[in-house]
């Protein structure tokens, strides 16, 4: 056994409002309920499990649009359930916060499609009903099909969609931050005062993209800002994590693309003059336990039989802006600049993926790592990814659910809290406090700051 981590392991179970998520296919396995999605208990007892398990969080992914790069419609989306259907994640939160104590929860909003203001109003009221357990997972879209379906002609441009998300992480933060004053909450029932209306300010925000004149309309959260989360790796994505996110999350293939980029986020972050300390770097990773090396081999072996490589090629058509169905299983592939994940691109290119290789990659369905073993070889091989790769932690993706999830919780957990790498309890306080053991609050040197009470900044956009 390697010398001890020194540090405990963040996992976040990467879950999504659907059938399908990252590794397609997996619904025709006999053990497999995904399916019941849209049954309340299927997520209420997948809450009980994760906190078990001492999850830090539930990592709820979604989209708005439809996979219809790949051969230019849904067929393989719609046949293998490649993340269609999709239901809202948000409207989770409340039943699994109430089977839950410790949980937190990561939801993903894209800035692009809800108003600011009212999306404010909505997070707010989550980090009140979960005392403090809320995390936003922010995203700009990237689906043309998305763009279509809520009226405009095609997606905004990659760069330009950050640009636009700047500005609406300045609302949020003038609402959460700045529009209720500390102690504006007095609940005084002698003199009839609930809040003082001296301590309440409006926003005047008049920029680019967004127009708003109002007081947020909810009292302050335990955490006031939901923790921020952000997945962007591609130049603008990273000048936009290193000013706003506090968890970063990566798709990298190896621990060396993960040592990479994680140092070109903590630089970044450094150079937006914030601490690097004060980002997490999570990786994608999918795991297969058992108590046996041979038994984790056949489950692995089962899951590629239950798999769609085509789906997840379909999936991928997507993220790169590419038709790989007009391709034959060796052809070049011409990666070039694209409105969608420019990231997943700029790694296709640069390892010259054919569609064979590809599919190759895709053969449990999805793109990502997988260590596969028992509790002694995952719990080593997550470990490297931390050493290796510089990262925090993962967002662990489910092959077979819950079976993935019970796995990691009773055979892996145990393994690493023998090695001092795996909490052995909850810590108290919000989740923000949890991640980082600095408070509820975004730390002063964070954006936000600028944007507190009292602050000029209240006014006009800059």
């Given at each position: 056994m390697a010398e001890r981590l020194g540090k405990h392991i963040l996992v976040n179970a990467f879950n999504m409002n659907s059938i399908g998520h990252i590794n397609h296919g997996q619904w025709v396995h006999p053990r497999d309920t995904s399916v019941n999605y849209k049954r309340l208990d299927y997520w209420t007892?997948?809450?009980?499990?994760?906190?078990?398990?001492?999850?830090?969080?539930?990592?709820?992914?979604d989209i708005l649009g439809v996979y219809d790069v790949y051969g230019a419609g849904i067929d393989v989306t719609a046949r293998e359930a490649v993340q269609l259907p999709v239901n809202d994640p948000l409207v989770l939160v409340s039943?699994?916060?109430?089977?839950?104590?410790?949980?937190?929860?990561?939801v993903t909003v894209n800035v692009n499609n809800e108003a600011p203001y009212t999306f404010a109003r909505r997070i707010s009221t989550l980090d009140h009903l979960t005392d403090g357990r809320i995390g936003w997972n922010i995203v700009t879209g990237y689906l043309d099909s998305a763009a279509r379906a809520v009226g405009r002609s095609d997606q905004i441009r990659h760069d330009l969609r950050y640009d636009q998300a700047d500005e609406y992480l300045e609302v949020l933060y003038k609402l959460w931050e700045g529009s209720w004053e500390e102690g504006?909450?007095?609940?005084?029932?002698?003199?009839?005062?609930?809040?003082?209306?001296?301590?309440?300010?409006?926003?005047?925000?008049?920029?680019?993209?967004?127009?708003?004149?109002?007081?947020?309309?909810?009292?302050?959260?335990?955490?006031?800002?939901?923790?921020?989360f952000q997945a962007g790796t591609s130049g603008r994505g990273q000048v936009f994590a290193a000013r706003h996110a506090e968890c970063v999350f990566i798709s990298v293939p190896d621990k060396a693309a993960a040592r990479a980029a994680s140092r070109a986020v903590r630089a970044a972050v450094a150079a937006a003059g914030r601490n690097p300390s004060d980002v997490r770097i999570l990786a994608g990773i999918a795991v297969i336990a058992d108590h046996s090396e041979a038994g984790a081999h056949e489950k692995l072996a089962e899951y590629r039989a239950a798999s769609s490589p085509e789906a997840g090629l379909a999936h991928y058509s997507a993220s790169v802006g590419i038709?790989?169905?007009?391709?034959?299983?060796?052809?070049?592939?011409?990666?070039?600049?694209?409105?969608?994940?420019?990231?997943?691109?700029?790694?296709?290119?640069?390892?010259?993926?054919?569609k064979r290789a590809l599919l190759d990659q895709l053969a449990l369905g999805g793109r990502y790592p997988i260590a596969v073993g028992t509790p002694v070889q995952v719990a080593d091989e997550l470990e490297a990814w931390v050493r290796e790769g510089e990262i925090d932690g993962f967002n662990l993706t489910r092959i077979v659910t819950p079976e993935s999830y019970t796995d990691f919780a009773d055979l892996v957990v145990p393994e690493l809290q023998t090695r001092g790498s795996y909490k052995t309890a909850y810590g108290e306080g919000s989740l923000r406090h949890r991640i980082f053991?600095?408070?509820?609050?975004?730390?002063?040197?964070?954006?936000?700051?600028?944007?507190?009470?009292?602050?000029?900044?209240?006014?006009?956009?800059e």
């Amino acid at each position: 056994m390697a010398e001890r981590l020194g540090k405990h392991i963040l996992v976040n179970a990467f879950n999504m409002n659907s059938i399908g998520h990252i590794n397609h296919g997996q619904w025709v396995h006999p053990r497999d309920t995904s399916v019941n999605y849209k049954r309340l208990d299927y997520w209420t007892d997948l809450a009980k499990t994760l906190e078990r398990g001492l999850f830090d969080a539930v990592f709820l992914a979604d989209i708005l649009g439809v996979y219809d790069v790949y051969g230019a419609g849904i067929d393989v989306t719609a046949r293998e359930a490649v993340q269609l259907p999709v239901n809202d994640p948000l409207v989770l939160v409340s039943a699994m916060a109430s089977v839950t104590r410790h949980l937190g929860f990561g939801v993903t909003v894209n800035v692009n499609n809800e108003a600011p203001y009212t999306f404010a109003r909505r997070i707010s009221t989550l980090d009140h009903l979960t005392d403090g357990r809320i995390g936003w997972n922010i995203v700009t879209g990237y689906l043309d099909s998305a763009a279509r379906a809520v009226g405009r002609s095609d997606q905004i441009r990659h760069d330009l969609r950050y640009d636009q998300a700047d500005e609406y992480l300045e609302v949020l933060y003038k609402l959460w931050e700045g529009s209720w004053e500390e102690g504006a909450v007095r609940g005084d029932r002698a003199s009839r005062v609930y809040a003082d209306p001296a301590r309440i300010h409006p926003v005047h925000h008049h920029g680019q993209f967004y127009q708003v004149d109002g007081y947020h309309l909810s009292e302050p959260s335990r955490q006031r800002t939901p923790v921020l989360f952000q997945a962007g790796t591609s130049g603008r994505g990273q000048v936009f994590a290193a000013r706003h996110a506090e968890c970063v999350f990566i798709s990298v293939p190896d621990k060396a693309a993960a040592r990479a980029a994680s140092r070109a986020v903590r630089a970044a972050v450094a150079a937006a003059g914030r601490n690097p300390s004060d980002v997490r770097i999570l990786a994608g990773i999918a795991v297969i336990a058992d108590h046996s090396e041979a038994g984790a081999h056949e489950k692995l072996a089962e899951y590629r039989a239950a798999s769609s490589p085509e789906a997840g090629l379909a999936h991928y058509s997507a993220s790169v802006g590419i038709d790989f169905a007009r391709f034959g299983l060796d052809d070049p592939i011409p990666f070039g600049q694209s409105n969608a994940i420019q990231s997943a691109a700029k790694i296709a290119e640069s390892r010259g993926y054919t569609k064979r290789a590809l599919l190759d990659q895709l053969a449990l369905g999805g793109r990502y790592p997988i260590a596969v073993g028992t509790p002694v070889q995952v719990a080593d091989e997550l470990e490297a990814w931390v050493r290796e790769g510089e990262i925090d932690g993962f967002n662990l993706t489910r092959i077979v659910t819950p079976e993935s999830y019970t796995d990691f919780a009773d055979l892996v957990v145990p393994e690493l809290q023998t090695r001092g790498s795996y909490k052995t309890a909850y810590g108290e306080g919000s989740l923000r406090h949890r991640i980082f053991g600095q408070g509820d609050r975004l730390p002063a040197t964070h954006t936000a700051q600028g944007f507190r009470i009292g602050g000029s900044l209240l006014g006009a956009a800059e």
